[in-house]
């Protein structure tokens, strides 16, 4: 969970709203505590993945990002955004005077209490689009295919100016710069980092600045003196505390020891809680989305009999009913979540109706008439069971029609570097991260993937390529859209190679005394500052 | 005795190599890699090599293996490959955490098995006998890691209690007590965690005194005490008692590997980021230098707390004589 961000109507969408009154105006100060269920690999901005939520209260970004009316939100570093062509290729960024360092007392590392510069910016664009383990690169190879042709193509004209022309158009460019590995570091910090750079320490121009982080026990962060937003962050600072046992986490936050819940919260602790004025809870259809990848040059799997036959006798329904506590939809290629950028349901429910007497037969035709045995690994997360839940009825349901899986659970760090990375599996399932953008969770399907090295399941399929490439270069939206959608029938008909299950919701809960400025599943206000700026809490006499 | 002490700690020095290298051997067949948790998932083959350069993972076995054990008799255990803090640091913080832990539970293991295995057997067959019998079962059934979670749901909602470590993940421990900080806080921390990873131990040590004590309680000497008028107090205590505990003390010797395993879970779910959590995590990162250094920790710890119970024998029966 982010701390200041979210979504859903207070007390959920179809809940009586609390009794409890919101007092105003806010009041500064104070600290607040919040649960965590996963350990804290790094902080890096531009590399790791597992604590960007912490990384958006570090560092500065150029914008925010509403994403339900998908517009940037002008609350950050940057005091301009122009696009002088029609398609978008040249980005001039002006940036806002005063954006200025926390002060740090590591004399290694340059740059302390100093004002970001049009410099530090493009260090930054060039850090995170060419770092090797960077999470994403359609869109910073569209600026520069290396470190050198960035450096060329992107122009420092005047200390708080930058700009750079893409080489062809790509529409979620405006998108990707507020996601928060797009963090703006200085060029020093970046300079005087090297080796293992960013990912236990961190040096930023955010709201808050690092006191202490200690990735499986806690991170401590106190405000940031330097702030450029005068009176903000109203909190003196925030500790995220780490415990990867859900029960103790979740009882941590009802003893009060925590303010805002760390803990996987399910649809039973929802109904719990809203039932008590001390506690705000939220719910909002999850952007995770758990699917099936198959490795689709191997055999059964490079039959698209056999993967229809996989994925008609998985009964989604019944995932819905016994995971999801009855709540939920089913996904297409993109999660029904991206409301518009999806199949309407009563497609993808009647093109995944569930016929185990059809499984059969098409696993006859395949050559299979009695089914057959494979292996589908699965990565263990402390603190994280619903992936071995899920993966455990999906057995169940395929050993109905004779598909026979053993499920191999695999240690995170062995799944991604001798599973994933390797493409060591016939079949592996997880959840795909929450994009909320259609790009992202088409470009897996691409070719080349996403970050320009292909992607695991080998899959390869020009005509697709040709419409994802195409979708990501249409500003009309409706046509955007339409192009989007034939591109996941396309998928559809594949039956692969991934195969997406059913979306869940997702909630959150926090005591009534913390204040966020907007909560889960709803859209931020144009006037919502950064990302903690805006959050309280009520002080206790 | 004090020879023998001599040569149990020179042993050691080969105790020493010998879990360090076999940690260190069987480390590099297990599947995964440390410089994969170090760039995380979209990296490629090369940032893997450059990594691997970086953290001396491509240098010979022996090299690597050599650099570690010459560090330790200067207190060098070497670095974490992904936290970048020495081991030695973060070891200073963790294991006063789990020593206290072990200690505590040890206490308590013997404080509830003992007197529950000496009223059982001098009572046999009686309610006391068959209740502390159903008692042992059941803590002998129960696993010590849903017992935790159970306690810590039931502590919360029935009796409004959780560690108090919870609040900020600090664990105050003996150490910090001793300069200072609240022994309340400190007993509050531990005092569950403690019992939780007793109750197994300690329905065994319940069950072993119950029956060596019933083995030496139909001894001559034993009727020859009461015959003397000697009162039952005095007949357990000081005839009895004493020669019932040597195979007492010898399981509990053995019984210290389950409890430091046990120590991993307990403290997860307790989040008391001791040791044993430390060497999870770092297992499931592929921190070489960590997992050996701790590895090693707990085989010493083990070995020591032997040697302790080694000596006890000599306590309880001057006959033993170390040679």
Same mark, same amino acid.
């Given at each position: 969970m982010i701390v200041g961000c979210g979504g859903g109507s207070e007390n959920g969408n179809d809940q009586p709203a609390p009794s409890r009154p919101v007092p105003s105006p806010p009041v500064p100060g104070g600290r607040i505590t919040q649960g965590r269920p +996963?350990? !804290? +690999?790094?902080?890096?901005?531009?590399?790791?993945?597992?604590?960007l939520d912490i990384d958006t209260l570090l560092y500065p970004y150029l914008y925010g990002w509403a994403p339900g009316r998908e517009a940037r939100i002008m609350n950050n570093a940057a005091a301009d955004i122009e696009e002088p062509d029609d398609q978008s290729l040249e980005y001039i960024i002006t940036l806002k005077p005063g954006v200025t360092n926390s002060p740090w007392?590591? =004399?290694? !590392?340059?740059?302390?209490g100093e004002e970001i510069t049009s410099e530090d910016l493009k260090a930054s664009f060039i850090r995170r689009g060419t770092s090797i383990s960077a999470p994403d690169k359609r869109f910073p190879r569209k600026i520069g295919k290396d470190g050198n042709a960035m450096d060329a193509a992107i122009k420092t004209p005047e200390k708080y100016v930058m700009s750079f022309t893409m080489t062809e158009p790509f529409v979620p460019a405006i998108r990707e710069m507020a996601n928060p590995t797009w963090a703006i570091v200085s060029k020093k910090v970046i300079e005087d980092t090297l080796g293992k750079g960013l990912s236990q320490v961190a040096h930023g121009a955010g709201p808050f600045m690092l006191e202490e982080f200690r990735g499986n026990e806690r991170v401590v962060m106190n405000k940031n003196? =330097? %702030?450029?937003?005068?009176?903000?962050? %109203? +909190?003196d600072g925030i500790t995220i505390v780490v415990i990867t046992e859900n029960s103790s986490l979740l009882t941590a936050f009802k003893q009060g020891q925590h303010d805002v819940a760390g803990a996987i919260l399910t649809k039973e602790d929802y109904d719990e809680f809203i039932t008590d004025d001390q506690y705000r809870v939220f719910t909002a259809p999850s952007l995770f989305y758990p699917c099936v990848h198959m490795k689709v040059i191997r055999e059964p799997f490079d039959q698209i009999k056999v993967r229809e036959a996989i994925n008609i006798s998985i009964n989604r329904d019944q995932i819905i009913e016994i995971i999801q506590n009855g709540r939920g939809e089913y996904n297409g290629p993109i999660q029904w979540a991206q409301t518009k950028w999806s199949l309407p349901q009563e497609e993808l429910r009647e093109f995944y109706k569930y016929d185990p007497e059809r499984a059969r037969t098409l696993l006859s035709d395949a050559g299979y008439p009695n089914g057959f045995s494979s292996t589908m690994k699965l990565p263990k997360i402390t603190g994280v069971s619903f992936i071995a839940d899920i993966a455990t009825l999906l057995k169940a349901q395929w050993a109905e029609v004779g598909i026979n899986i053993e499920l191999e659970e695999v240690e995170l760090g062995t799944f991604i570097g001798s599973v994933l990375l390797a493409g060591n599996f016939d079949m592996t399932f997880f959840p795909n991260l929450p994009y909320d953008e259609p790009d992202r969770p088409l470009s897996f399907?691409?070719? +080349?993937?996403v970050t320009g090295a292909g992607n695991w399941t080998n899959y390869t399929n020009p005509a697709l390529d040709d419409l994802i490439n195409k979708q990501s270069q249409q500003f009309d939206e409706t046509e955007r859209q339409k192009t989007i959608l034939e591109a996941q029938r396309l998928i559809l008909n594949e039956h692969g190679p991934q195969l997406t299950i059913t979306g869940d919701y997702a909630y959150s809960a926090r005591w009534h005394y913390v204040h966020f400025p907007f909560n889960l599943g709803e859209d931020p206000s144009e006037t919502v500052n950064p990302n903690g700026c805006d959050t309280w809490r009520e002080q206790t006499a | 005795m004090r020879d023998f002490i001599i040569r149990r700690l020179l042993l050691l020095i080969p105790i020493i190599i010998g879990v360090s290298f076999v940690t260190f051997i069987l480390f590099r067949f297990i599947?995964?890699?440390?410089a994969v948790f170090v760039?995380?998932?979209?990296?490629t083959p090369e940032t893997l090599r450059d990594i691997r350069e970086d953290l001396n993972l491509n240098d010979p076995f022996y090299e690597q293996y050599g650099r570690w054990l010459f560090g330790l008799p200067t207190g060098d255990m070497g670095t974490s490959f992904h936290t970048d803090l020495e081991v030695t640091t973060e070891l200073e913080r963790k294991y006063p955490v789990t020593l206290e832990l072990l200690v505590l539970s040890l206490l308590i293991s013997l404080l509830l098995g003992i007197p529950g295995g000496i009223l059982s057997a001098i009572r046999p067959g009686s309610i006391v006998d068959f209740v502390v019998r159903l008692i042992s079962v059941f803590w002998l059934s129960i696993p010590s890691f849903y017992l935790a979670i159970l306690i810590i749901t039931f502590g919360a909602a029935w009796f409004g209690w959780s560690p108090a470590n919870f609040a900020t993940g600090d664990v105050v421990t003996f150490k910090d007590v001793l300069r200072g900080q609240s022994l309340m806080t400190n007993l509050e921390t531990f005092f569950w965690p403690s019992v939780v990873l007793s109750v197994g131990i300690a329905a065994v040590i319940m069950r072993l005194t119950r029956s060596s004590m019933l083995e030496v309680m139909r001894n001559d000497y034993i009727r020859t005490a009461y015959s003397k008028g000697l009162r039952e107090r005095a007949v357990v205590w000081r005839h009895a008692l004493k020669n019932a505990m040597i195979p007492v003390i010898t399981i509990v010797g053995l019984q210290i590997g389950g409890l430091i395993g046990g120590s991993i879970l307990v403290e997860s779910v307790f989040a008391l980021n001791g040791v044993g959590f430390y060497l999870l995590s770092s297992i499931v990162l592929r921190d070489l230098e960590v997992v050996q250094s701790m590895v090693l920790i707990f085989a010493l710890t083990y070995v020591l707390i032997n040697l302790i119970v080694d000596v006890s024998y000599a306590w309880l029966d001057p006959r033993i004589r170390y040679g």
């Open positions: +996963l350990t !804290v +690999l790094g902080i890096d901005p531009h590399i790791d993945l597992t604590g007392e590591n =004399n290694r !590392v340059g740059g302390a003196p =330097n %702030y450029f937003i005068p009176d903000r962050p %109203y +909190l399907y691409h070719s +080349l993937g | 599947p995964g890699d440390a760039c995380q998932l979209q990296c």
